[in-house]
């Protein structure tokens, strides 16, 4: 008896002395504090994954980063269009008006708001992809500078009877306006500078010019020599565009991957093309020196190496070699149709100085 009661008070001797579980400081309480109970809720692991669950920021990070990309793209595939219709022309704009006069406001009108003037796009709207690797950029760029060359002769000849005279107030608005740069850009419309502002406000002053016009309070001087000087104004500028693709179809022979080709290709496309429509419709208002100096025949000819230049649209530019065998080159082919229309530029010029 005394033995049995020794050995179970040494038991309890060893006992009290081996580490014993950790004592819970709530152990004596029905259940743990609230801010206890969720710090360990949301510690512990999901069933079956052993991970903890994403939080709703997460997941809202990755919408948005999905969705740029989509953004982006889709915004710019709904915006691009290159308006090369060579059909396109403006509405009747009346007995006594110019023609020219309104397909210039036409075309304005029609790259503004009609379609998205892109060149100062910024990187924040859908269509910012345009801005940096579009086609849409540099043929609007294009076409806005024959527009610009062709306002500068209204105010300096066509809009006034002789080179005395005082220049025409919206015809000096419409070319101020088109001289700011395409990829001119404010954060609010009101303050000048915006391309697209200056550029509606130019298309505004020209069909306030036109109105004018038709109503006999405004000159379009329908002269021979003033036609005659619109026309080497433009055939300079066209002479400039082939030097142009001339000095870049070398430039690229030294490069893998010609990245300039097709920006300076859809640039004198646009630039082709706005020429065309204007000349096509001075060959209305000027109908009757036309017909007077026999040249309606090489007036036709000139279009038509103009409008194939402008109707030019590869789906991919190529600056290849000129004498290469299955690579085409496509600046050089439309620096023959500048070349052509520039030389038959020159011939009525020719004529129309006699």
């Known amino acids: 008896m005394d033995f049995g009661q020794s050995v179970r008070a040494g038991l309890a001797r060893v006992k009290a002395v081996?580490?014993?579980?950790?004592?819970?400081?709530?152990?004596?309480?029905?259940?743990?504090?609230?801010?206890?109970?969720?710090?360990?809720?949301?510690?512990?692991?999901?069933?079956?994954?052993?991970?903890?669950?994403?939080?709703?920021?997460?997941?809202?990070?990755?919408?948005?980063?999905?969705?740029v990309p989509v953004y982006y793209i889709l915004g710019s595939l709904l915006t691009h269009r290159i308006n090369d219709d060579l059909e396109f022309r403006p509405a009747d704009p009346g007995p006594g008006a110019s023609r020219t006069v309104a397909v210039m406001a036409a075309l304005i009108e029609r790259e503004v708001d009609g379609t998205t003037w892109v060149p100062n796009t910024q990187f924040f709207e859908p269509a910012a992809l345009l801005r940096y690797g579009g086609n849409m950029v540099n043929f609007q760029s294009g076409l806005l500078r024959s527009l610009s060359v062709t306002t500068l002769e209204l105010e300096g000849r066509l809009g006034r009877s002789r080179g005395t005279s005082s220049?025409?107030?919206?015809?000096?608005?419409?070319?101020?306006?088109?001289?700011?740069?395409?990829?001119?850009?404010?954060?609010v419309s009101f303050i000048p500078g915006d391309a697209a502002v200056e550029y509606r406000k130019a298309g505004e002053a020209l069909m306030s010019y036109n109105r004018r016009v038709a109503a006999g309070q405004a000159i379009f001087d329908e002269r021979s020599d003033n036609l005659q000087a619109v026309l080497d104004r433009m055939a300079i500028d066209l002479g400039s565009l082939s030097d142009q693709l001339d000095r870049q179809t070398v430039?690229?022979?030294?490069?893998?991957?010609?990245?300039?080709?097709?920006?300076?290709?859809?640039?004198?496309?646009?630039?082709?093309?706005?020429?065309?429509?204007?000349?096509r419709a001075l060959r209305e208002d000027f109908g009757g020196v036309i017909e007077e100096r026999r040249v309606r025949r090489l007036y036709d000819e000139m279009l038509t190496e103009l409008a194939e230049a402008a109707r030019l649209q590869p789906l991919i530019v190529q600056n290849a070699d000129p004498s290469a065998l299955l690579v085409p080159n496509h600046l050089a082919t439309q620096g023959f149709?500048?070349?052509?229309?520039?030389?038959?530029?020159?011939?009525?010029?020719?004529?129309?100085?006699?």
């Open 18 to 67: 081996l580490p014993g579980p950790k004592s819970d400081p709530f152990a004596t309480t029905d259940a743990p504090p609230p801010a206890a109970a969720a710090a360990a809720a949301a510690a512990a692991p999901v069933e079956g994954t052993g991970r903890k669950p994403r939080s709703w920021k997460f997941w809202a990070v990755v919408a948005v980063l999905a969705l």
């Open 251 to 279: 430039a690229g022979r030294s490069v893998f991957i010609d990245r300039r080709a097709d920006k300076l290709f859809y640039y004198v496309k646009g630039q082709s093309y706005g020429y065309f429509m204007v000349l």
């Open 167 to 187: 220049a025409d107030t919206d015809l000096a608005t419409a070319r101020q306006g088109l001289s700011f740069s395409p990829d001119n850009w404010t954060v």
């Open 337 to 354: 149709y500048l070349m052509r229309a520039r030389a038959k530029l020159r011939e009525l010029t020719d004529v129309l100085q006699r």
